[in-house]
Nanobody
Framework: QVQLVESGGGLVQPGGSLRLSCAAS????????MAWYRQAPGKQRELLAV???????NYPHSVEGRFTISRDNAKNMMYLQMNDLKPEDTAVYYC??????????????WGEGTLVTVSS
């Protein structure tokens, strides 16, 4: 099992920045890729950024250049730096990892989310 706790959400004005954090605990040695998702009211959950165990990153076109994902394996932390935030970035942001359970199967784990509100 892997437990994930997000932090860093809040209210920010358009054009502002926020840095989200995700703290992982449990079987962190079994974590493979890590990712950030978000879900706005009435919309499907959307993938924002992925970072692999070797540090390779990938972003959808919608956030590329504004959002940066990073991870600190020694601290079992993942981050999402968000710049130039827009009202349409308002959503609950979720941390996600793929990790092996004690039977060796790769499972998906989710945090409970942190709310980001972009408004003046």
């Amino acid at each position: 099992q892997v437990q994930l706790v997000e932090s860093g959400g809040g209210l920010v004005q358009p054009g502002g920045s926020l840095r989200l954090s995700c703290a992982a605990s449990g079987r962190t040695f079994s974590i493979h890729a890590m990712a950030w998702y978000r879900q706005a009211p009435g919309k499907q959950r959307e993938l924002l950024a992925v970072i692999t165990s070797d540090g390779s990153t990938n972003y959808p076109h919608s956030v590329e250049g504004r959002f940066t994902i990073s991870r600190d394996n020694a601290k079992n932390m993942m981050y999402l730096q968000m710049n130039d935030l827009k009202p349409e970035d308002t959503a609950v942001y979720y941390c996600h990892v793929n990790a092996d359970n004690d039977l060796g199967y790769t499972m998906a784990y989710w945090g409970e989310g942190t709310l980001v509100t972009v408004s003046s």
